[in-house]
């Protein structure tokens, strides 16, 4: 007689080559992040250039006095405004990309407040660049 029509069992016994001692599933479920290196992106490399040249860039026209200061020092925040806000949304991009991962929770909060510190200052650098418009137009 064959048993053909037998049905099979839906848990069979676990394979004793995968059971440990120390784990009494039969698998590891630890979850251990992947170690990665340290490595910098190139996006954050051109976004701390950017960020120093355009505060420097503000800072010159903070001490120049001349008849151009303030549509320079307009020009000048919006390009600090526009980096601020690129480096809101690179911070935004790297947080909800590592959102998918376990791990490195610490690091991505410090990364999360970056961003978001970084979206103050790019409004508040696109309102005075807005003011400073105003005060050109004006003053002319």
């Known amino acids: 007689m064959t048993d053909r029509g037998a049905s099979?069992?839906?848990?069979?016994?676990?394979?004793?080559?995968?059971?440990?001692?120390?784990?009494?599933v039969g698998y590891d479920d630890r979850?251990?992040?992947?170690?990665?290196g340290g490595r910098i992106s190139p996006g954050a490399v051109?976004?701390?250039?950017?960020?120093?040249?355009?505060?420097?860039?503000?800072?010159?026209?903070?001490?120049?006095?001349e008849a151009t200061q303030i549509?320079?020092?307009?020009?000048a925040s919006v390009v600090l405004a526009i980096v601020?806000?690129?480096?809101?949304?690179?911070?935004?991009?790297?947080?909800?990309?590592?959102?998918r991962e376990r791990g490195?929770?610490?690091?991505?909060?410090?990364v999360a407040l970056v961003g978001g510190f970084a979206a103050i200052a790019a409004a508040g650098a696109a309102a005075w660049a807005i003011?400073?418009?105003?005060?050109?137009?004006t003053a002319a």
């Open 71 to 75: 549509p320079l020092l307009a020009a």
């Open 8 to 24: 099979r069992d839906p848990y069979p016994a676990p394979d004793r080559r995968a059971h440990r001692e120390d784990d009494d």
């Open 46 to 65: 051109f976004l701390v250039f950017a960020v120093i040249g355009s505060v420097a860039f503000t800072a010159y026209f903070l001490t120049v006095r």
């Open 84 to 99: 601020f806000a690129a480096l809101a949304v690179y911070c935004l991009r790297s947080v909800w990309r590592a959102g």
């Open 131 to 137: 003011i400073l418009f105003q005060l050109a137009t």
């Open 104 to 110: 490195n929770g610490g690091r991505m909060l410090l």
């Open 31 to 36: 979850y251990e992040p992947p170690r990665g």
